[in-house]
Protein backbone atom coordinates (compact mmCIF):
# COMPACT_ATOMS: atom_id res chain seq x y z
CA UNK A 1 0.00 0.00 0.00
CA UNK A 2 1.30 3.41 -0.97
CA UNK A 3 0.55 5.72 1.94
CA UNK A 4 2.02 9.65 2.66
CA UNK A 5 0.69 12.22 4.44
CA UNK A 6 0.65 16.17 4.42
CA UNK A 7 0.49 18.56 7.87
CA UNK A 8 -1.35 21.73 8.09
CA UNK A 9 1.30 23.21 9.81
CA UNK A 10 0.81 25.43 12.17
CA UNK A 11 -0.52 24.43 16.13
CA UNK A 12 -2.14 27.76 16.00
CA UNK A 13 -3.53 29.55 12.92
CA UNK A 14 -1.49 31.75 11.40
CA UNK A 15 -2.26 36.06 9.45
CA UNK A 16 -5.55 36.84 10.53
CA UNK A 17 -7.06 33.94 10.74
CA UNK A 18 -4.99 33.89 14.61
CA UNK A 19 -5.76 37.44 15.60
CA UNK A 20 -9.17 37.45 15.09
CA UNK A 21 -10.52 33.39 15.34
CA UNK A 22 -13.77 34.26 17.01
CA UNK A 23 -17.39 32.63 16.08
CA UNK A 24 -18.90 35.47 14.78
CA UNK A 25 -15.93 35.69 12.65
CA UNK A 26 -16.10 32.46 11.11
CA UNK A 27 -19.51 32.59 10.27
CA UNK A 28 -18.70 35.87 8.96
CA UNK A 29 -15.51 34.05 6.31
CA UNK A 30 -18.09 31.34 5.47
CA UNK A 31 -20.20 33.91 4.05
CA UNK A 32 -17.66 35.16 1.95
CA UNK A 33 -16.06 32.01 0.84
CA UNK A 34 -19.64 30.43 0.07
CA UNK A 35 -18.66 27.25 2.72
CA UNK A 36 -21.71 25.15 1.84
CA UNK A 37 -21.68 25.79 -1.78
CA UNK A 38 -19.13 23.49 -2.02
CA UNK A 39 -20.29 20.04 -3.63
CA UNK A 40 -19.05 16.96 -2.76
CA UNK A 41 -17.47 14.64 -5.80
CA UNK A 42 -20.13 11.99 -6.85
CA UNK A 43 -19.16 8.99 -8.46
CA UNK A 44 -16.24 11.14 -10.79
CA UNK A 45 -13.88 8.73 -9.24
CA UNK A 46 -13.94 5.08 -8.47
CA UNK A 47 -15.65 3.50 -5.59
CA UNK A 48 -12.97 3.20 -2.66
CA UNK A 49 -13.03 1.59 0.65
CA UNK A 50 -11.43 2.70 3.85
CA UNK A 51 -10.89 0.90 6.74
CA UNK A 52 -9.47 2.27 10.13
CA UNK A 53 -8.56 0.66 13.43
CA UNK A 54 -9.30 3.12 16.51
CA UNK A 55 -8.61 3.32 20.07
CA UNK A 56 -9.16 6.15 22.65
CA UNK A 57 -9.30 6.88 26.27
CA UNK A 58 -6.41 4.44 27.56
CA UNK A 59 -5.23 6.55 30.35
CA UNK A 60 -1.74 4.68 30.58
CA UNK A 61 -3.64 1.71 31.19
CA UNK A 62 -1.17 -0.36 29.39
CA UNK A 63 -1.42 -3.73 31.13
CA UNK A 64 -4.09 -6.01 31.05
CA UNK A 65 -7.50 -5.82 32.96
CA UNK A 66 -7.04 -8.43 35.25
CA UNK A 67 -10.44 -10.90 35.18
CA UNK A 68 -13.59 -8.75 34.20
CA UNK A 69 -16.80 -10.90 34.09
CA UNK A 70 -18.27 -11.71 30.74
CA UNK A 71 -21.02 -14.15 29.72
CA UNK A 72 -19.72 -16.47 27.42
CA UNK A 73 -21.83 -19.84 25.93
CA UNK A 74 -24.37 -19.04 28.59
CA UNK A 75 -21.80 -18.96 32.03
CA UNK A 76 -20.13 -15.89 33.41
CA UNK A 77 -16.30 -16.29 32.92
CA UNK A 78 -14.15 -14.18 34.44
CA UNK A 79 -11.33 -12.96 32.06
CA UNK A 80 -8.45 -10.95 31.13
CA UNK A 81 -9.02 -8.60 28.59
CA UNK A 82 -6.93 -5.41 27.09
CA UNK A 83 -3.33 -4.06 27.66
CA UNK A 84 -1.71 -2.55 24.89
CA UNK A 85 0.56 -5.33 23.85
CA UNK A 86 -2.90 -6.84 22.69
CA UNK A 87 -3.88 -3.56 20.94
CA UNK A 88 -0.75 -3.53 18.87
CA UNK A 89 -1.55 -7.27 17.95
CA UNK A 90 -5.04 -6.56 16.87
CA UNK A 91 -4.19 -3.77 14.97
CA UNK A 92 -0.70 -5.14 13.17
CA UNK A 93 -3.45 -7.72 12.26
CA UNK A 94 -6.33 -5.81 10.90
CA UNK A 95 -3.64 -3.77 8.80
CA UNK A 96 -3.27 -7.17 6.66
CA UNK A 97 -6.80 -7.74 6.07
CA UNK A 98 -7.02 -4.20 4.26
CA UNK A 99 -5.99 -2.96 1.24
CA UNK A 100 -6.64 1.02 2.27
CA UNK A 101 -5.98 1.10 6.38
CA UNK A 102 -5.76 4.04 9.14
CA UNK A 103 -4.25 3.95 12.98
CA UNK A 104 -6.04 6.65 14.70
CA UNK A 105 -6.37 7.45 18.28
CA UNK A 106 -8.72 10.16 19.74
CA UNK A 107 -7.18 10.99 22.54
CA UNK A 108 -6.48 10.92 26.49
CA UNK A 109 -3.39 8.51 25.94
CA UNK A 110 -2.03 9.52 29.40
CA UNK A 111 -2.97 10.08 33.40
CA UNK A 112 -4.79 7.45 34.83
CA UNK A 113 -2.68 4.61 35.83
CA UNK A 114 0.46 3.98 37.57
CA UNK A 115 2.08 3.43 34.45
CA UNK A 116 1.50 7.74 34.27
CA UNK A 117 2.46 8.22 38.11
CA UNK A 118 5.58 6.55 37.96
CA UNK A 119 7.00 7.64 34.01
CA UNK A 120 4.88 10.46 33.42
CA UNK A 121 4.02 9.22 29.70
CA UNK A 122 6.80 8.01 28.63
CA UNK A 123 5.96 4.21 28.75
CA UNK A 124 2.91 5.19 26.94
CA UNK A 125 4.78 7.60 24.34
CA UNK A 126 6.79 4.25 23.62
CA UNK A 127 4.47 2.02 22.97
CA UNK A 128 2.26 4.25 21.14
CA UNK A 129 5.41 4.47 18.58
CA UNK A 130 5.58 1.45 18.14
CA UNK A 131 2.01 1.13 16.71
CA UNK A 132 2.54 4.44 15.07
CA UNK A 133 -0.55 5.58 14.60
CA UNK A 134 -1.84 7.72 12.22
CA UNK A 135 -2.80 10.41 13.88
CA UNK A 136 -3.77 11.23 17.24
CA UNK A 137 -6.03 14.40 18.55
CA UNK A 138 -5.01 15.73 21.95
CA UNK A 139 -7.64 14.73 24.79
CA UNK A 140 -8.03 16.94 27.71
CA UNK A 141 -6.64 14.83 30.09
CA UNK A 142 -3.29 15.26 28.21
CA UNK A 143 -2.83 19.21 29.68
CA UNK A 144 -3.29 17.76 33.13
CA UNK A 145 0.37 18.43 34.12
CA UNK A 146 0.14 21.40 31.82
CA UNK A 147 1.49 22.70 28.31
CA UNK A 148 5.50 21.99 29.44
CA UNK A 149 4.48 18.47 30.03
CA UNK A 150 2.40 18.00 26.88
CA UNK A 151 5.09 19.44 24.97
CA UNK A 152 7.21 16.81 26.26
CA UNK A 153 5.04 14.11 25.54
CA UNK A 154 4.18 14.88 22.29
CA UNK A 155 8.21 15.29 21.31
CA UNK A 156 8.42 11.48 22.98
CA UNK A 157 5.57 10.54 20.51
CA UNK A 158 8.24 11.35 17.82
CA UNK A 159 11.29 8.83 16.47
CA UNK A 160 13.21 8.28 13.45
CA UNK A 161 10.91 5.40 12.94
CA UNK A 162 7.84 6.58 13.45
CA UNK A 163 6.00 10.30 12.86
CA UNK A 164 2.71 10.55 14.49
CA UNK A 165 0.59 13.38 13.38
CA UNK A 166 -1.16 15.32 15.83
CA UNK A 167 -4.34 17.18 15.67
CA UNK A 168 -6.36 19.31 16.99
CA UNK A 169 -7.94 22.27 15.15
CA UNK A 170 -9.42 24.20 17.99
CA UNK A 171 -6.41 24.63 20.22
CA UNK A 172 -4.69 27.51 19.80
CA UNK A 173 -1.35 27.48 21.77
CA UNK A 174 0.14 31.59 22.05
CA UNK A 175 3.67 31.77 20.22
CA UNK A 176 6.46 31.53 23.03
CA UNK A 177 4.84 29.35 25.21
CA UNK A 178 5.89 25.40 25.34
CA UNK A 179 3.23 24.46 22.58
CA UNK A 180 4.44 26.74 20.11
CA UNK A 181 7.69 28.01 21.24
CA UNK A 182 8.05 29.83 17.13
CA UNK A 183 6.24 30.06 14.51
CA UNK A 184 8.37 27.31 12.53
CA UNK A 185 8.36 24.86 15.92
CA UNK A 186 4.92 22.73 15.57
CA UNK A 187 3.94 19.83 17.80
CA UNK A 188 0.48 19.59 16.51
CA UNK A 189 -1.74 20.81 13.41
CA UNK A 190 -5.41 21.66 12.87
CA UNK A 191 -5.48 18.56 10.36
CA UNK A 192 -3.34 15.97 8.47
CA UNK A 193 -4.24 14.72 4.97
CA UNK A 194 -3.19 11.00 3.71
CA UNK A 195 -2.94 9.92 0.95
CA UNK A 196 -3.86 6.12 -0.26
CA UNK A 197 -3.28 4.50 -3.42
CA UNK A 198 -4.56 8.25 -4.86
CA UNK A 199 -7.55 8.67 -2.85
CA UNK A 200 -6.90 11.82 -0.17
CA UNK A 201 -8.45 11.80 3.19
CA UNK A 202 -8.27 14.78 5.31
CA UNK A 203 -8.30 14.08 9.33
CA UNK A 204 -9.54 17.17 11.46
CA UNK A 205 -8.85 16.89 15.22
CA UNK A 206 -11.13 18.33 17.48
CA UNK A 207 -10.63 19.01 21.35
CA UNK A 208 -13.20 19.46 24.38
CA UNK A 209 -12.84 22.76 24.97
CA UNK A 210 -14.95 23.56 28.23
CA UNK A 211 -13.79 20.52 29.89
CA UNK A 212 -10.10 20.80 28.89
CA UNK A 213 -10.07 24.48 30.19
CA UNK A 214 -12.21 23.34 33.33
CA UNK A 215 -11.09 20.37 34.32
CA UNK A 216 -7.24 20.24 33.04
CA UNK A 217 -4.50 22.69 32.87
CA UNK A 218 -3.57 24.48 29.78
CA UNK A 219 -2.04 27.83 30.18
CA UNK A 220 -4.35 31.03 30.83
CA UNK A 221 -3.04 32.45 27.11
CA UNK A 222 -3.59 28.72 25.21
CA UNK A 223 -7.28 29.22 23.72
CA UNK A 224 -9.78 26.19 23.51
CA UNK A 225 -11.87 27.36 20.19
CA UNK A 226 -15.78 26.17 20.03
CA UNK A 227 -15.46 23.04 17.96
CA UNK A 228 -18.73 23.16 16.02
CA UNK A 229 -17.19 26.67 13.78
CA UNK A 230 -13.83 25.34 14.30
CA UNK A 231 -15.16 22.11 12.84
CA UNK A 232 -17.19 23.74 10.08
CA UNK A 233 -13.95 25.96 9.20
CA UNK A 234 -11.69 23.58 8.35
CA UNK A 235 -13.80 21.51 6.52
CA UNK A 236 -14.06 24.73 4.20
CA UNK A 237 -10.29 24.71 3.95
CA UNK A 238 -10.36 21.03 3.14
CA UNK A 239 -12.78 21.38 0.45
CA UNK A 240 -11.04 24.53 -1.03
CA UNK A 241 -7.90 22.21 -1.11
CA UNK A 242 -9.78 19.62 -3.47
CA UNK A 243 -9.97 17.01 -0.12
CA UNK A 244 -13.60 15.31 0.28
CA UNK A 245 -12.80 12.47 1.83
CA UNK A 246 -13.42 13.97 5.85
CA UNK A 247 -12.50 12.78 9.30
CA UNK A 248 -13.32 14.78 12.17
CA UNK A 249 -10.31 12.56 15.22
CA UNK A 250 -12.48 14.20 18.42
CA UNK A 251 -12.14 13.65 22.03
CA UNK A 252 -15.49 15.07 22.08
CA UNK A 253 -17.86 12.85 23.74
CA UNK A 254 -20.55 10.34 21.93
CA UNK A 255 -23.29 12.38 22.38
CA UNK A 256 -21.40 15.66 21.15
CA UNK A 257 -20.27 13.97 18.28
CA UNK A 258 -24.15 12.76 17.36
CA UNK A 259 -24.92 15.90 17.18
CA UNK A 260 -22.18 17.61 15.65
CA UNK A 261 -22.45 15.44 12.67
CA UNK A 262 -25.55 17.13 12.68
CA UNK A 263 -24.50 20.32 12.23
CA UNK A 264 -22.15 20.03 9.74
CA UNK A 265 -21.68 19.69 6.07
CA UNK A 266 -19.64 17.32 4.26
CA UNK A 267 -18.24 15.62 7.00
CA UNK A 268 -17.97 11.16 6.50
CA UNK A 269 -16.54 9.63 9.63
CA UNK A 270 -15.99 10.52 13.16
CA UNK A 271 -13.77 9.10 15.20
CA UNK A 272 -14.29 9.98 18.93
CA UNK A 273 -13.13 9.72 22.37
CA UNK A 274 -13.74 10.97 26.13
CA UNK A 275 -16.80 9.17 26.82
CA UNK A 276 -15.66 6.33 27.24
CA UNK A 277 -18.48 5.01 25.49
CA UNK A 278 -18.93 1.23 24.14
CA UNK A 279 -20.83 0.54 21.37
CA UNK A 280 -21.83 -2.41 19.53
CA UNK A 281 -24.17 -5.98 20.48
CA UNK A 282 -22.58 -6.14 24.05
CA UNK A 283 -25.54 -7.50 25.49
CA UNK A 284 -24.74 -10.83 24.43
CA UNK A 285 -21.97 -10.89 26.91
CA UNK A 286 -23.04 -8.94 29.29
CA UNK A 287 -22.09 -5.63 29.33
CA UNK A 288 -24.47 -2.57 28.71
CA UNK A 289 -23.36 -0.92 25.38
CA UNK A 290 -24.13 2.94 24.74
CA UNK A 291 -25.10 2.55 20.94
CA UNK A 292 -24.54 0.87 17.92
CA UNK A 293 -21.25 0.44 15.94
CA UNK A 294 -21.15 2.15 14.10
CA UNK A 295 -23.75 5.18 14.85
CA UNK A 296 -24.80 6.12 11.49
CA UNK A 297 -26.60 9.87 11.40
CA UNK A 298 -26.88 12.60 8.28
CA UNK A 299 -25.04 15.49 8.29
CA UNK A 300 -26.42 18.71 6.96
CA UNK A 301 -26.15 17.46 3.78
CA UNK A 302 -28.27 14.61 4.34
CA UNK A 303 -25.28 12.66 3.41
CA UNK A 304 -24.32 9.17 6.22
CA UNK A 305 -21.58 10.01 8.75
CA UNK A 306 -20.41 6.97 10.25
CA UNK A 307 -19.30 7.59 14.29
CA UNK A 308 -17.69 5.21 16.73
CA UNK A 309 -15.64 5.02 19.65
CA UNK A 310 -13.90 2.15 21.56
CA UNK A 311 -14.45 2.18 25.00
CA UNK A 312 -11.26 2.86 27.46
CA UNK A 313 -8.43 1.40 29.21
CA UNK A 314 -7.04 -0.42 26.02
CA UNK A 315 -9.97 -3.14 25.98
CA UNK A 316 -11.14 -2.33 22.75
CA UNK A 317 -9.70 -1.92 18.87
CA UNK A 318 -12.44 -0.41 16.76
CA UNK A 319 -12.57 -1.78 13.11
CA UNK A 320 -14.66 0.53 10.89
CA UNK A 321 -14.74 0.21 7.34
CA UNK A 322 -15.91 2.91 4.99
CA UNK A 323 -17.70 2.55 1.11
CA UNK A 324 -17.37 5.63 -0.42
CA UNK A 325 -19.07 6.47 -3.68
CA UNK A 326 -16.99 9.39 -5.03
CA UNK A 327 -16.47 11.56 -1.94
CA UNK A 328 -19.82 10.46 -0.45
CA UNK A 329 -19.90 7.44 1.83
CA UNK A 330 -22.58 4.78 0.86
CA UNK A 331 -22.41 2.76 3.74
CA UNK A 332 -20.79 1.99 6.71
CA UNK A 333 -19.90 -1.77 8.51
CA UNK A 334 -17.25 -3.01 11.16
CA UNK A 335 -16.71 -3.90 14.88
CA UNK A 336 -15.68 -3.52 17.91
CA UNK A 337 -12.95 -5.65 19.12
CA UNK A 338 -12.87 -6.28 22.92
CA UNK A 339 -9.58 -7.87 23.44
CA UNK A 340 -9.58 -10.92 25.14
CA UNK A 341 -7.01 -13.68 26.84
CA UNK A 342 -6.67 -17.05 26.98
CA UNK A 343 -6.92 -17.55 31.01
CA UNK A 344 -10.17 -17.95 31.46
CA UNK A 345 -11.95 -19.26 35.17
CA UNK A 346 -14.83 -19.85 37.19
CA UNK A 347 -15.62 -19.01 40.56
CA UNK A 348 -11.48 -19.01 40.94
CA UNK A 349 -10.94 -22.41 39.45
CA UNK A 350 -9.69 -22.95 35.69
CA UNK A 351 -12.52 -24.54 33.27
CA UNK A 352 -12.31 -27.76 31.94
CA UNK A 353 -11.48 -28.83 28.58
CA UNK A 354 -14.55 -29.43 27.30
CA UNK A 355 -15.95 -26.17 28.41
CA UNK A 356 -13.46 -24.60 27.67
CA UNK A 357 -13.70 -25.11 24.26
CA UNK A 358 -17.37 -24.46 23.95
CA UNK A 359 -16.31 -20.48 25.61
CA UNK A 360 -13.54 -20.60 22.58
CA UNK A 361 -15.75 -21.44 20.03
CA UNK A 362 -18.20 -18.66 21.50
CA UNK A 363 -15.52 -16.13 21.17
CA UNK A 364 -14.78 -17.26 17.48
CA UNK A 365 -18.67 -16.60 16.53
CA UNK A 366 -18.99 -13.49 18.62
CA UNK A 367 -19.55 -9.92 16.84
CA UNK A 368 -17.75 -8.47 19.63
CA UNK A 369 -15.02 -10.13 20.92
CA UNK A 370 -11.79 -11.41 19.88
CA UNK A 371 -9.14 -13.66 21.36
CA UNK A 372 -5.80 -12.05 20.72
CA UNK A 373 -2.16 -12.75 22.29
CA UNK A 374 -0.14 -10.48 23.30
CA UNK A 375 3.07 -9.42 20.70
CA UNK A 376 6.07 -10.34 21.91
CA UNK A 377 7.90 -7.10 21.34
CA UNK A 378 5.06 -4.83 23.24
CA UNK A 379 4.83 -7.58 25.82
CA UNK A 380 8.89 -7.41 26.27
CA UNK A 381 8.56 -3.65 26.58
CA UNK A 382 5.70 -3.73 28.83
CA UNK A 383 7.71 -6.13 31.64
CA UNK A 384 10.41 -4.02 31.29
CA UNK A 385 8.58 -1.16 32.84
CA UNK A 386 6.30 -3.54 34.82
CA UNK A 387 9.46 -3.96 37.44
CA UNK A 388 9.38 -1.08 39.23
CA UNK A 389 4.94 -1.35 39.40
CA UNK A 390 5.53 -4.74 41.00
CA UNK A 391 7.77 -3.87 43.86
CA UNK A 392 5.67 -1.04 44.62
CA UNK A 393 2.59 -3.61 44.40
CA UNK A 394 4.60 -6.08 46.78
CA UNK A 395 4.90 -3.02 49.84
CA UNK A 396 1.26 -3.09 51.57
CA UNK A 397 0.67 -0.21 54.28
CA UNK A 398 -2.74 -0.85 55.51
CA UNK A 399 -5.78 -3.59 55.51
CA UNK A 400 -9.92 -2.67 54.27
CA UNK A 401 -11.96 -4.68 55.66
CA UNK A 402 -14.96 -3.77 53.28
CA UNK A 403 -14.72 -2.70 49.68
CA UNK A 404 -14.27 1.04 49.66
CA UNK A 405 -16.25 2.73 47.28
CA UNK A 406 -16.40 6.04 45.28
CA UNK A 407 -19.64 7.18 43.98
CA UNK A 408 -21.19 10.53 42.67
CA UNK A 409 -24.70 11.19 43.01
CA UNK A 410 -27.01 9.99 39.77
CA UNK A 411 -24.30 7.19 39.29
CA UNK A 412 -25.21 3.78 39.92
CA UNK A 413 -23.60 2.17 42.79
CA UNK A 414 -22.25 -1.42 43.29
CA UNK A 415 -24.29 -3.99 45.21
CA UNK A 416 -21.58 -4.68 47.13
CA UNK A 417 -20.99 -0.84 48.30
CA UNK A 418 -24.79 -1.29 50.15
CA UNK A 419 -27.14 1.13 49.70
CA UNK A 420 -26.27 4.64 51.32
CA UNK A 421 -26.11 7.03 48.60
CA UNK A 422 -22.48 8.74 49.97
CA UNK A 423 -19.23 7.75 48.58
CA UNK A 424 -17.42 6.01 51.54
CA UNK A 425 -13.96 6.53 49.41
CA UNK A 426 -14.23 10.09 48.61
CA UNK A 427 -14.85 10.81 52.74
CA UNK A 428 -11.36 8.46 53.42
CA UNK A 429 -9.57 10.81 51.09
CA UNK A 430 -10.86 13.78 52.20
CA UNK A 431 -10.21 12.65 56.08
CA UNK A 432 -6.62 11.67 55.11
CA UNK A 433 -6.07 15.46 53.47
CA UNK A 434 -7.40 16.73 56.73
CA UNK A 435 -5.36 14.70 58.95
CA UNK A 436 -2.40 15.22 56.97
CA UNK A 437 -2.88 19.05 56.70
CA UNK A 438 -2.64 19.41 60.48
CA UNK A 439 -3.91 23.21 60.43
CA UNK A 440 -7.29 22.83 58.26
CA UNK A 441 -10.72 23.02 59.60
CA UNK A 442 -12.52 21.11 56.69
CA UNK A 443 -11.23 19.25 53.42
CA UNK A 444 -12.71 19.49 50.29
CA UNK A 445 -11.99 17.01 47.39
CA UNK A 446 -13.72 16.80 43.41
CA UNK A 447 -15.08 13.77 42.58
CA UNK A 448 -13.11 13.05 39.33
CA UNK A 449 -9.87 13.63 41.27
CA UNK A 450 -10.33 9.86 43.16
CA UNK A 451 -10.36 7.57 39.99
CA UNK A 452 -10.91 4.04 41.47
CA UNK A 453 -12.41 1.63 43.80
CA UNK A 454 -10.22 0.32 46.76
CA UNK A 455 -11.50 -3.59 47.08
CA UNK A 456 -11.27 -5.31 50.42
CA UNK A 457 -7.93 -7.10 51.45
CA UNK A 458 -4.60 -5.53 52.20
CA UNK A 459 -3.94 -2.09 50.28
CA UNK A 460 -0.52 -1.55 48.37
CA UNK A 461 1.37 1.80 47.35
CA UNK A 462 0.82 0.90 43.71
CA UNK A 463 -2.88 0.91 44.73
CA UNK A 464 -2.94 4.75 46.04
CA UNK A 465 -1.08 5.86 42.54
CA UNK A 466 -3.78 4.55 40.71
CA UNK A 467 -6.12 6.42 43.20
CA UNK A 468 -4.54 9.34 42.94
CA UNK A 469 -2.44 9.37 40.21
CA UNK A 470 -1.92 13.10 39.39
CA UNK A 471 0.81 15.62 40.31
CA UNK A 472 -0.53 17.42 43.00
CA UNK A 473 0.21 18.88 46.32
CA UNK A 474 -2.35 20.14 49.26
CA UNK A 475 -3.11 23.67 49.30
CA UNK A 476 -4.44 25.31 52.30
CA UNK A 477 -7.30 27.98 51.71
CA UNK A 478 -8.63 31.08 53.69
CA UNK A 479 -11.88 31.30 53.58
CA UNK A 480 -15.11 33.09 54.91
CA UNK A 481 -17.84 30.39 55.73
CA UNK A 482 -20.24 31.88 52.55
CA UNK A 483 -17.05 31.48 49.53
CA UNK A 484 -17.21 27.97 50.91
CA UNK A 485 -21.37 27.59 50.74
CA UNK A 486 -20.17 29.74 47.30
CA UNK A 487 -17.55 27.03 46.03
CA UNK A 488 -19.79 24.05 46.98
CA UNK A 489 -22.44 25.95 44.72
CA UNK A 490 -19.91 26.60 41.59
CA UNK A 491 -18.78 22.30 42.11
CA UNK A 492 -22.45 21.69 41.80
CA UNK A 493 -22.99 23.42 38.95
CA UNK A 494 -20.29 22.68 36.78
CA UNK A 495 -21.22 18.92 37.42
CA UNK A 496 -24.45 19.35 35.92
CA UNK A 497 -24.44 21.49 33.20
CA UNK A 498 -23.81 20.46 29.70
CA UNK A 499 -19.85 20.39 28.91
CA UNK A 500 -19.37 20.18 32.34
CA UNK A 501 -18.26 17.25 34.06
CA UNK A 502 -19.55 14.84 37.38
CA UNK A 503 -16.09 14.72 38.32
CA UNK A 504 -16.97 18.56 39.66
CA UNK A 505 -19.19 17.50 42.39
CA UNK A 506 -17.89 18.14 45.62
CA UNK A 507 -17.06 15.49 48.44
CA UNK A 508 -15.28 16.28 52.14
CA UNK A 509 -14.62 15.54 54.84
CA UNK A 510 -15.37 17.71 58.74
CA UNK A 511 -18.10 19.46 56.29
CA UNK A 512 -21.40 18.36 55.54
CA UNK A 513 -24.44 19.93 53.85
CA UNK A 514 -27.78 19.24 52.09
CA UNK A 515 -28.21 18.97 47.86
CA UNK A 516 -31.24 19.88 46.09
CA UNK A 517 -30.41 19.28 42.54
CA UNK A 518 -33.79 20.47 41.64
CA UNK A 519 -33.08 24.20 42.68
CA UNK A 520 -31.75 27.02 41.07
CA UNK A 521 -28.23 27.51 40.13
CA UNK A 522 -26.68 28.99 43.71
CA UNK A 523 -29.43 27.47 45.54
CA UNK A 524 -28.34 24.01 46.19
CA UNK A 525 -26.59 23.83 48.92
CA UNK A 526 -28.33 24.43 52.33
CA UNK A 527 -27.55 23.07 55.97
CA UNK A 528 -24.22 23.71 56.21
CA UNK A 529 -22.06 22.55 58.71
CA UNK A 530 -19.20 21.92 60.40
CA UNK A 531 -17.60 19.53 62.60
CA UNK A 532 -15.79 21.09 65.70
CA UNK A 533 -14.69 20.61 69.08
CA UNK A 534 -16.48 17.05 68.67
CA UNK A 535 -19.59 18.13 67.48
CA UNK A 536 -21.38 19.60 63.60
CA UNK A 537 -22.23 23.44 63.92
CA UNK A 538 -23.49 25.73 61.62
CA UNK A 539 -21.47 27.11 59.55
CA UNK A 540 -21.13 30.89 59.83
CA UNK A 541 -21.12 32.55 57.23
CA UNK A 542 -18.89 35.50 58.29
CA UNK A 543 -16.17 32.94 59.98
CA UNK A 544 -12.59 32.50 58.90
CA UNK A 545 -12.12 29.03 57.99
CA UNK A 546 -8.63 26.59 56.15
CA UNK A 547 -9.95 24.54 53.63
CA UNK A 548 -7.32 21.69 52.51
CA UNK A 549 -7.96 20.67 48.77
CA UNK A 550 -5.84 19.24 45.86
CA UNK A 551 -3.86 22.68 43.80
CA UNK A 552 -5.67 21.29 40.96
CA UNK A 553 -9.07 22.66 41.78
CA UNK A 554 -7.46 25.06 44.12
CA UNK A 555 -6.83 26.75 40.89
CA UNK A 556 -10.69 26.87 39.82
CA UNK A 557 -10.34 23.90 37.92
CA UNK A 558 -13.30 21.28 37.37
CA UNK A 559 -16.20 24.56 37.82
CA UNK A 560 -14.57 25.88 41.43
CA UNK A 561 -14.19 29.09 40.54
CA UNK A 562 -14.46 30.85 43.75
CA UNK A 563 -11.31 28.86 44.69
CA UNK A 564 -9.16 30.78 42.06
CA UNK A 565 -10.75 33.92 43.58
CA UNK A 566 -9.22 33.29 47.34
CA UNK A 567 -5.90 32.42 44.96
CA UNK A 568 -6.15 35.21 43.43
CA UNK A 569 -6.48 37.49 46.68
CA UNK A 570 -3.46 36.15 47.81
CA UNK A 571 -5.49 33.72 51.00
CA UNK A 572 -3.85 30.33 50.53
CA UNK A 573 -0.47 28.14 51.08
CA UNK A 574 1.12 25.46 49.06
CA UNK A 575 2.09 22.45 51.63
CA UNK A 576 4.39 21.20 49.15
CA UNK A 577 2.82 17.66 50.43
CA UNK A 578 2.47 15.36 47.75
CA UNK A 579 -1.41 14.16 47.78
CA UNK A 580 -0.84 10.52 46.85
CA UNK A 581 2.02 10.88 49.61
CA UNK A 582 -0.70 12.48 51.97
CA UNK A 583 -2.88 9.14 51.88
CA UNK A 584 -0.05 7.12 51.93
CA UNK A 585 1.55 8.25 55.12
CA UNK A 586 -2.40 8.34 57.08
CA UNK A 587 -2.91 4.94 55.97
CA UNK A 588 0.04 3.81 57.84
CA UNK A 589 -0.60 5.33 60.93
CA UNK A 590 -4.54 3.78 60.26
CA UNK A 591 -3.42 0.94 59.66
CA UNK A 592 -6.85 -0.23 58.73
CA UNK A 593 -9.84 1.94 56.45
CA UNK A 594 -12.92 1.34 57.55
CA UNK A 595 -16.00 2.39 55.77
CA UNK A 596 -16.61 5.79 57.58
CA UNK A 597 -20.22 6.46 59.92
CA UNK A 598 -22.58 7.93 57.28
CA UNK A 599 -23.22 11.04 59.25
CA UNK A 600 -19.51 12.00 58.62
CA UNK A 601 -20.40 12.01 55.04
CA UNK A 602 -20.27 15.70 53.19
CA UNK A 603 -23.66 14.77 51.25
CA UNK A 604 -25.98 14.31 54.05
CA UNK A 605 -29.00 13.99 51.75
CA UNK A 606 -29.85 14.37 47.81
CA UNK A 607 -32.96 15.25 45.84
CA UNK A 608 -32.17 14.75 42.20
CA UNK A 609 -35.47 14.68 41.15
CA UNK A 610 -39.41 16.99 41.20
Known amino acids: MHRTFFSQAGGSLSGLVRLVFTSSWLLGLCLLTACSSTIKQQASEPDFTLAIAHINDHHSNLAPKQQISLRLAGDFIDVEVGGFPRVAAKIATLEQQHEHFLKLHAGDAITGDLYYSLFHGDADAHMMREVCFDAFVIGNHEFDDGDAHLAHFLTALQSDDCRTPVVSANIQAEIGTPLAETEQWELFSPYVIHELEGHKVGIIGLTIATKTKQSSQPLPSTLLLDEVETARYYIEKLQQRGIGKIILLTHYGYDNDIALAQQLPEVDVIVGGDSHSLLGNFSEVGLTPDGDYPTVVTNLDGDPVCIVQGKDYSQVVGELIVHFSGDTVSHCEGRPHLLVGTNFNQNDEALSDEHEQRVRAFIQQ ?90 AGQLSIAQVYQLLPFSNTLFHLEMTGAEIKQVLEDAIDYSQIPGGSAGGYPHGAGIRFDVDLTAAANERVSQLEVFQQGEWQLMDHQQSYIVVTNSFIASGQDGWATFADVMESGRYQDTYINYAQAFIDYARQQQVLERPDPSMHSTRRIRLTN
Open 366 to 455: SDTLSLVEPDDRLQQLLESYSVRIDELAAETIAYIPQRLCRMDPGVAREESCGEAIQSDLHSVVSQAFLTQSRHADIALQNGGGVRTDLP
